[in-house]
């Protein structure tokens, strides 16, 4: 849910934020506040052997959750409202059975179309170090530039050599 929660002593007080929402429940206390409005509660928050208990279903709506009830295992779950967040499609090329570029176009390289990337934010190119040459990553950093990628990503920096290095020093410019 990523909400920061506090306790007040001196007021007995639950309080919870999100940045945007916040909520204040209050020990043995049936009016909640949601952003400074009061709102009526089933039951009253408590303390019961040391430990604060509150309304769940209470406290997860007023952030935008959904609650679920399964009877049949007596299980709670909490589904937090969607968040506006970056996703980077990484994508290697491989052949023509496992290539990540079918399973984000849809179609088989070069070739594209809508497929998955609605989903993504940004689309950048791997390059898996162990099977890679300087040649190899100089290839794959042009395709990057003529599909206008916005990056490629490295993985296993260990086994990157010098000549790999340069090829990348000579073929882009690093955003920092």
Do not use: H
Not at 73 to 82: C, G, L, N
């Amino acid at each position: 849910m990523n909400i920061d929660v506090s306790w007040d002593n001196q007021t007995r007080a639950v309080n919870g934020t999100d940045g945007s929402t916040t909520v204040r429940l209050q020990i043995d206390n049936c009016t909640a506040y949601r952003n400074n409005i009061p709102m009526a509660l089933d039951v009253a928050p408590q303390i019961v052997e040391g430990r604060t208990l509150i309304p769940l279903r209470f406290f997860s709506e007023a952030f935008n959750c959904q609650v679920g009830w399964d009877s049949a295992i007596y299980q709670v779950s909490i589904i937090s409202p969607p968040k506006a967040m970056t996703v980077i499609g990484f994508y290697a090329l491989g052949d023509s059975q496992t290539s990540s570029w079918t399973n984000l176009f849809g179609q088989i390289y070069p070739n594209t179309a809508a497929g998955n990337t609605d989903v993504i934010s940004e689309l950048i190119l791997g390059i898996s170090a162990p099977s890679e040459t300087a040649a190899s990553i100089a290839t794959k950093v042009g395709i990057a530039k003529r599909y206008n990628l916005n990056g490629i990503a490295l993985w296993r920096l260990g086994l990157i050599n010098d000549g790999m290095w340069q090829t990348l020093r000579d073929s882009l410019t690093a955003s920092r």
